[in-house]
Each structure stands twice: as C-alpha cells, then as structure tokens.
C-alpha cells in the first residue's frame, strides 16, 4: 500500500472514530435527560416511610430458661491483642434466647428450622393484647374469646399471619419473675390456651404463633397441649419475643431472621417487625 494511501486511511479512520464518539455523546445526553424527565419507580412512588421495631431480646450468658439451666456460653478464641482479630466460640441450645419452634420440634418428621418456607418468614402480624389480665393473673392464657374479640374490631386474621400474645412478659427478663417458679419448681406465666390455638387452624390461615414469655403453653402446663397440636400441623412457633407493647394490634408486618440449619428443630433468631 502506498504512502498516501495509508495516510487517507488513517485520517478516514479517524474522522469515523470522532464521528461515532460525537454520535455516543449526544445519545448519552440524551439518554441522561431523558432519565432526569422520566417518572420516578413504581416501588419507589409507592413506598412510604416505616419503622423497624426490634422484637428480639440481647442473648447472654445469663439469659433466663425454660430449665432454669444455662443454655448459653461464650468464650474467645482470638482475641485482636494477640491475634490480630476477636473470635468467639458459642455453644448453646437450640431453644434459648428470642428463638423459633420449628415443626421438628414437637414431631417425629415435621419440617426442620431450614426447611421452614422463606415466605412464612415475612408475614402480617396480628397483636391479641391480654396485659390486664397477665397483671392480674400470671397463668392468663389467650382463649378463643380473645381471638374472636380481635377480629371483631380488626377484622378477619390475614392469611399466613402471627398472631403474638402480648401480656407484657418481656420486661421481667432480667428478673426471676421470667420464669416465675413457685416452691415446687412450678413456673407461672401466660401462654396460648389450646382451644385458641386450635380455632386458629381450623378457622383460619394463621401460620406462627408467638409470645413473649418462655413457652408457647403457659407456665403451668404439664402437657404441652399447644406445642404437640400447633407443631406438628407444619405452623410455627416463635418465643421469647420483645417490645410487642410498641407495635399496633394489626397492621405490621413481621420479619422473621431463621437460622438455616439442617435438621435443627428451633434456633436463635432476630425477629422484628415493620410498621
């Protein structure tokens, strides 16, 4: 090829560079204001501010439980001063702290805490608030009545709901008053009574139950009543929850942290709630 030849290649080569990144600009400008003009996201006009309300307690060694027993330990293994980063080695039970009751739990073959379904772990949440009664009476359960009253000024339970005892527990949980046990080792707190939790499946599309106490069944339950009917039906349990009294009676939306682990029948938690 001649000199001259590949002289005009080069600048026609140029020329068409120049040409393209011109025509690249003006698109991009246009593209941008375009993009200044358009309408903002649908999810994004929809959305309105909420709050998170946190419904977990802090776990520590000396969390109250059900045996009475300590459930969980922590310990270092790495500390920063010495190996340039903390490390701690936990060991614990599934069922202590703010925690779920899988299916597993109370079943020979129910579904394990990691099988439990990612959209039962988001859900609405309907409040049944019995603090007076729990005041007066430390064994006060949710019963039917309670049930019927909540839908009688909210409405039927939303589909795939939990529904959570308030009876204003939680703020006994740095006390003895938590398990509230007598001379004999009895505990006394409130709970769900088994005719609610059973008019909760055959009635309605109730998925979770939770309270803020210790057990699903109230203190002085000698046979779980709850527990071995709500269980094994493929629902869910969540115990130990918090700050339910900061929430409306119906209207949140709960959001459920599970742990993820084969074959466990429960564990630790972070649960809260969007309002």
Same mark, same amino acid.
């Given at each position: 090829?001649?000199?001259?030849?590949?002289? $005009?290649?080069?600048?026609?080569?140029?020329?068409?560079?120049?040409?393209?990144?011109? +025509?690249?600009?003006?698109?991009? *400008?246009?593209?941008?204001?375009?993009?200044?003009?358009?309408?903002?996201?649908?999810?994004?006009?929809?959305?309105?501010?909420?709050?998170?309300?946190?419904?977990?307690?802090?776990?520590?060694?000396?969390?109250?439980?059900?045996?009475?027993?300590?459930?969980?330990?922590?310990?270092?293994?790495? $500390?920063?001063?010495?190996? +340039?980063?903390?490390?701690?080695?936990?060991?614990?039970?599934?069922?202590?702290?703010?925690?779920?009751?899988?299916?597993?739990?109370?079943?020979?073959?129910?579904?394990?805490?990691?099988?439990?379904?990612?959209?039962?772990?988001?859900?609405?949440?309907?409040?049944?608030?019995?603090?007076?009664?729990?005041?007066?009476?430390?064994?006060?359960?949710?019963?039917?009545?309670?049930?019927?009253?909540?839908v009688a000024e909210?409405?039927?339970?939303?589909?795939?709901?939990?529904?959570?005892?308030?009876?204003?527990?939680?703020?006994?949980?740095?006390?003895?008053?938590?398990?509230?046990?007598?001379?004999?080792? *009895?505990?006394?707190?409130?709970?769900?009574?088994?005719?609610?939790?059973?008019?909760?499946?055959?009635?309605? +599309?109730?998925?979770?139950?939770?309270?803020?106490?210790?057990?699903?069944?109230?203190?002085?339950?000698?046979?779980?009543?709850?527990?071995?009917?709500?269980?094994?039906?493929?629902?869910?349990?969540?115990?130990?929850?918090?700050?339910? *009294?900061?929430?409306?009676?119906? *209207?949140a939306t709960l959001?459920? +942290?599970?742990?993820?682990?084969?074959?466990?029948?429960?564990g630790l938690a972070?649960?809260?709630?969007?309002?």
């Amino acid at each position: 090829m001649c000199h001259h030849c590949v002289v $005009e290649s080069v600048k026609s080569r140029m020329l068409s560079r120049r040409d393209f990144f011109r +025509g690249s600009a003006v698109a991009a *400008g246009a593209a941008a204001l375009a993009a200044t003009a358009a309408p903002r996201p649908l999810f994004a006009q929809a959305a309105s501010p909420m709050r998170a309300i946190d419904l977990t307690h802090e776990l520590h060694e000396a969390f109250p439980t059900f045996a009475g027993e300590q459930q969980f330990f922590m310990e270092p293994k790495y $500390e920063i001063g010495s190996d +340039g980063y903390n490390l701690n080695i936990w060991t614990m039970e599934e069922h202590v702290g703010t925690h779920i009751d899988a299916p597993l739990h109370f079943s020979e073959d129910g579904a394990s805490v990691a099988e439990l379904p990612v959209e039962q772990l988001v859900c609405p949440l309907a409040i049944i608030d019995i603090r007076e009664r729990a005041e007066a009476d430390p064994d006060a359960q949710v019963t039917p009545d309670d049930i019927a009253a909540w839908v009688a000024e909210h409405g039927d339970i939303p589909e795939g709901a939990c529904i959570a005892m308030l009876s204003g527990w939680d703020r006994h949980v740095d006390t003895d008053m938590f398990r509230n046990a007598d001379a004999d080792g *009895g505990m006394h707190f409130p709970g769900f009574h088994p005719e609610a939790t059973d008019m909760l499946m055959a009635e309605t +599309g109730a998925r979770v139950i939770a309270v803020d106490t210790l057990s699903l069944d109230h203190g002085p339950s000698a046979d779980f009543a709850v527990h071995y009917s709500w269980l094994p039906s493929g629902r869910y349990g969540i115990e130990c929850v918090a700050n339910l *009294g900061e929430l409306p009676a119906s *209207g949140a939306t709960l959001v459920v +942290g599970a742990p993820k682990v084969r074959n466990g029948t429960g564990g630790l938690a972070r649960v809260f709630a969007m309002v």
